[in-house]
């Protein structure tokens, strides 16, 4: 906010608003104050909270940047702003890190409807706190100490916002919580495994905006219960996350059932973003792919064993980002992408990934036009051991390419004009003839990369290059003369004494 923008506010805003870096028992807040933000509080404020006495209709109390000087007793603190600030409409203690209990007085708040405890290390919340029944906003991200909610969440009727992303450690999903038919924020939902906190639950949630995760879906019994959840409903969610536990023992169940399941979690054709985690299915249902989602821009694929084959996505035009790991049972790419030997796939394709493909043979080209791929930038492929063949000749925009640990590709790279940056770790068969003027980061690990790997590279032509780290390689890369390109910043270079060739 501009200096001048802020003096505005602050002399509009009288004595009604106080902002503070400092809240101690010195503090003056005036009897007429409603609204006071501040950045941290002083030891003596949890001696004698006259501060808070005096300021007993305040409506909003909000920690900016919170800083909390040990030692610190918070939840002291906590109890005083209850038992004082009765007409309290919004409450942040966020960043509280001394914070570990909130105090069942927290229902004597009964006017709230905004409470931000994100960053503490609460590990529960007390059951009255179901007794707000204005609350409308409940902030709970990265509690990571946090293990349960109050049983009766469903009691929050006002609740339109809840989230609850980054608490890793909650145990169970309360019940009942389609009856927060207000609800329009849901970070996730895990399924549970009775009736009153199963998949069912999301069914009557129909105003959820922006982005929804739902985990555990290995606890789904069958699509009935799937299709029950209503996801297609849901037409103003933007970022779908679909997520079984990748370390359930049982991952070759009914291949069927499996892609029935996630054929009644379609989601709205609204959708940006789409992840899959730890899918069991051989094959995706037709929707993933399908070409009708024309917003679509980044889909994650990530963990599904038992997949063999990919869904149709060469013909998601809006696509910007695709990234597929840990895919153990795929062995080739490329025949999925539809007959288009006329036809530009992936138009909108601007980084694409393949990651921890330990079958993965083949990527086949051969059904794809040379127009595909027109705007793609990024190639990162890691931990390939057995793929083979030839990557995508033509990439006319690519700006980085990445091969790590895949030992037996032995294609060329790209030509491409425009790289920028270029990796190549333990990949010891790749090709490289040429290297683009545009260069400036250039990075070569691994054991033996092979003089036919680099023909006699000269650095020095590469006049932007600002990195050049080469490691553990035999590779011939020489220095013309007795100099190194202007631009360089950074230069490592190690073992053995061969690896670098100057020309005197």
Known sequence: MHDLVRDLATFLGGEFYSRREEVCNETKIGTMTRHLSFSKFNDPVHEKCDVFGRAKHLRTLFAINFISPPPFNNEKIACTILSNLKCLRVLSLRNFRGLV???????????????????????????SLCNLYNLQTLKLQNCMSL????????????LCHLDISGCYELEVTPREMSKLIHLQ???????????????????????????LSIKKLENVINSSEASAAKIMDKKYLEKLCLSWS???KDHFTNSQSEMDILDKLQPTKNLKRLEVHGYRGTRFP?????????NLTGLYLFGCPNCCILPQLGRLHSLKDLAIRRMSMLETIGYEYGDSSSRTLFPSLEYLEFNDMPCWKMWHHSRVSEDSFPVLKSLVILDCPKLEGDLPSHLPVLETIKIERCNQLGSSLPKASSIRKLCITESNKVVVHELPLSLEELRIHGREVTNSAFEAIDITLLT??????????????????????TSLKFMSKEKPPTQVTSHF
Do not use: A
């Open 101 to 127: 209990e909130v105090p069942d007085s927290i229902d004597e708040l009964i006017h709230l409807h905004y409470l931000n405890l994100t960053w503490t290390h609460i590990k529960s919340l007390p059951e």
């Open 147 to 158: 293990t349960r909610l109050p049983n009766d969440m469903q009691n929050l009727v006002s």
């Open 185 to 211: 924020h849901l970070s996730n939902y895990d399924v549970g495994t009775h009736k009153d906190n199963g998949i069912k639950e999301l069914g009557t949630l129909s105003n959820l905006h922006g982005s």
């Open 246 to 248: 990748e370390d359930v």
């Open 286 to 294: 037709k929707w993933v792919g399908d070409s009708s989602y024309q």
């Open 464 to 485: 932007s290059l600002q990195t050049f780290d080469i490691n553990d390689s035999s590779s011939v890369i020489s220095f013309m003369g007795d100099c190194l390109p």
